[in-house]
Nanobody
């Protein structure tokens, strides 16, 4: 069974930075599309950033210029660098994976999910 494990969440003051990591033991990591999603209390889950097998990325408008998604195929690890954090970024962050090529922010395109890591930004 494929497992995704997120880490790196925490509490940070507005304007600060965090880097989330998502590690996995899957052996064919490079054939998957990857993404980060988040869900705040009382709100729907939303796609934040995604990366395809070709390395192309896409971002939600709310995080463009502040967040960067990347992956290290040698370490089977996905990252989300988050800079200039805002209180509205507070949410549980999840990584997700699915066999496929292109980057997408639709949760329907992903079938493998981690348990999440909490990010709290205070003003």
């Amino acid at each position: 069974q494929v497992e995704l494990v997120e880490s790196g969440g925490g509490s940070v003051q507005a304007g600060g930075s965090l880097r989330l990591s998502c590690t996995t033991s899957m052996y064919n990591y490079e054939y998957y599309r990857w993404a980060w999603f988040r869900q705040a209390p009382g709100k729907e889950r939303e796609g934040v950033a995604a990366i395809g097998t070709d390395g192309r990325t896409t971002y939600a408008d709310s995080v463009k210029g502040r967040f960067t998604i990347s992956k290290d195929n040698a370490k089977n690890t996905l990252y989300l660098q988050m800079n200039n954090l805002k209180p509205e970024d507070t949410a549980m962050y999840y990584c997700a994976a699915e066999l496929g090529a292109g980057a997408t922010l639709s949760s329907d395109d992903f079938g493998i999910w981690g348990q999440g890591t909490q990010v709290t930004v205070f003003s």
